[in-house]
């Protein structure tokens, strides 16, 4: 069965970099027929997809967040990862690494989630 | 900043039905397969609906999906307590290239 693990720095203070790992057990991320991306949720606040990126190295990433995203994959470890520079307090969220078939469009519909990992930003 | 707009909550008594509307546009909607997610306070969203009325395995046919023009509706029939939680609509925006979720709709059962 798919298990996608997040791990992230949980603490973090205004204007550092964010590095968040996905680690991805029980599948492979190499496959053609997946995305792989990240959603985050902001305490008490809606869903708001970050980006996604394939296997072959496409990446697509929310317009809000693309001058300050790097997503990549290392296939050797079978995980990917995240990069979000200069954060603010209005990046603290939990954050959801996840998995998306690949169809027409580069997210349609996430079966699989991690559990999450809280990024607090706070000075 | 949402371009799918959902109400914002929706009650009915146990037994009941209950429809959640997502209201989007042409360049998704109207465009896009959709979908949608129950989350529970605290925990992992869950996968409901995907490609506008398909359930993943294990997703009860109590929840059911539909899509005309630019809007969707998740329906949810013999309502329980333990449906209760907060359902989103998500969809790609082929406008705006970016996937969105709707503004979420908090079901309670009376």
């Known amino acids: 069965q798919l298990q996608l693990q997040e791990s992230g720095p949980g603490l973090m203070k205004p204007s550092e970099t964010l590095s968040l790992t996905c680690t991805v057990s029980g599948g492979s991320i190499s496959t053609n027929d997946y995305y792989w991306g990240w959603i985050r949720q902001p305490p008490g606040k809606a869903l708001e997809w970050i980006g996604t990126?394939?296997?072959?190295?496409?990446?697509f990433y929310n317009p809000s967040l693309k001058s300050r995203l790097i997503m990549s994959l290392d296939t050797s470890k079978n995980r990917f990862s995240l990069i979000l520079t200069s954060v603010t307090a209005a990046d603290t969220a939990v954050y959801y690494c996840v998995r998306s078939r690949v169809k027409a469009t580069p997210a349609d519909h996430f079966d699989s989630w991690g559990q999450g990992t809280l990024v607090t930003v706070s000075s | 900043q949402s371009v799918l707009t959902q109400p914002p909550s929706v009650s009915a008594a146990p037994g009941q039905k209950v429809s959640i509307s997502c209201s989007g546009n042409s360049s998704n909607i109207g465009l896009n397969y959709i979908s949608w997610y129950q989350q529970f306070p605290g925990t992992v969203p869950k996968l409901l609906i995907y490609d506008n009325n398909k359930r993943p395995s294990g997703i009860p046919d109590r929840f059911s999906g539909s899509k005309s023009g630019t809007s969707a509706t998740l329906g949810i029939t013999g309502l329980q307590t333990g449906d209760e939680a907060d359902y989103y609509c998500g969809i790609w925006d082929s406008s705006l290239s970016a996937y969105f979720f709707g503004t979420a709709t908090k079901v309670t059962v009376l």
């Open positions: 990126i394939y296997s072959r190295g496409s990446t």
